[in-house]
Nanobody, 117 residues
Framework: VQLVESGGGLVQPGGSLRLSCAAS????????LGWYRQAPGKQREMVAT???????DYGDSVKGRFTVSRDTAQKMVYLQMASVKPEDTAVYFC????????????WGQGTLVTVST
């Protein structure tokens, strides 16, 4: 399984950014896909999840600003970030959870997003 994130960088407060994650080695449509982030000195937190049934879930701090989506044909998962704030600065990680006994979980290497003037 390989997850490769891209799209991070420097963005001004109030701006937008789209993160992408290319997945390989998994049955994409059977997996729950998500984005997590970790800011310096803080624990990793869930940002957004796109469940295999189509339902989505968001962390409270990003609700209404971020949107998670998937392209099953291209095996891509996206995080569209809007109205970004300095507190959104973090390393963003792509996450895949595959149901089963036992369940499996995989992480990308992370991409840095910096929100600053």
């Amino acid at each position: 399984v390989q997850l490769v994130e891209s799209g991070g960088g420097l963005v001004q407060p109030g701006g937008s950014l789209r993160l992408s994650c290319a997945a390989s080695g998994i049955i994409f449509k059977s997996s729950d896909l998500g984005w997590y982030r970790q800011a310096p000195g803080k624990q990793r937190e869930m940002v957004a999840t796109h469940f295999r049934g189509g339902r989505t879930d968001y962390g409270d701090s990003v609700k209404g600003r971020f949107t998670v989506s998937r392209d099953t044909a291209q095996k891509m998962v996206y995080l569209q970030m809007a109205s970004v704030k300095p507190e959104d600065t973090a390393v963003y990680f792509c996450n895949v959870r595959i149901p089963g006994f036992p369940p499996e979980e995989y992480w990308g290497q992370g991409t840095l997003v910096t929100v600053s003037t």
